[in-house]
């Protein structure tokens, strides 16, 4: 996790504050998470999503997704954008690339499961019980190998 040095303290701890302090909140006002991976590659080793002056256009649909206005289709990993969802007016990419950019790819999350649980493990008996529980969910949801 690239923020683990601005934690400032025990990561476990830190989790568990959070945890703690979205509990007694109420669950419309706590801050949308959106998960996005920029540098995802194709097999030529090119860039799936066009470029960081385009991330615009993702935020835009996080946004509109927020206000309940922007379609996804619900994945193992959470819910993706459809292509129709996304504003890609201008954008110099074929519908292949724009489905190859969006799809989820449940070996290469089943490839990532090692190393959360090795991240997890660094954290130790600190770890808050509700993000294995999470792990947990997700390799059930990503299904055998």
Excluded at 116 to 141: M, N, S
């Amino acid at each position: 996790m690239a923020m683990l040095p601005f934690i400032g303290y025990n990561a476990g701890d830190y989790f568990s504050h959070w945890i703690e302090v979205g509990k007694d909140a109420d669950a419309d006002k706590l801050p949308k998470i959106f998960y996005v991976n920029w540098f995802r590659r194709d097999d030529d080793g090119n860039f799936l999503w066009p470029g960081f002056g385009e991330n615009s256009r993702v935020l835009k649909w996080a946004i509109e997704r927020i206000e309940g206005r922007a379609a996804a289709v619900e994945t193992p990993i959470g819910h993706v954008p459809t292509p129709e969802a996304l504003d890609t007016e201008g954008l110099d990419m074929t519908p292949e690339e724009l489905e190859a950019a969006l799809a989820v790819n449940a070996d290469e999350w089943r490839a990532e499961v090692p190393e959360i649980e090795a991240w997890f493990a660094k954290i130790g008996e600190a770890l808050p019980t509700q993000l294995q529980v999470e792990l947990d969910g997700l390799k059930a949801r990503l299904g055998p190998d």
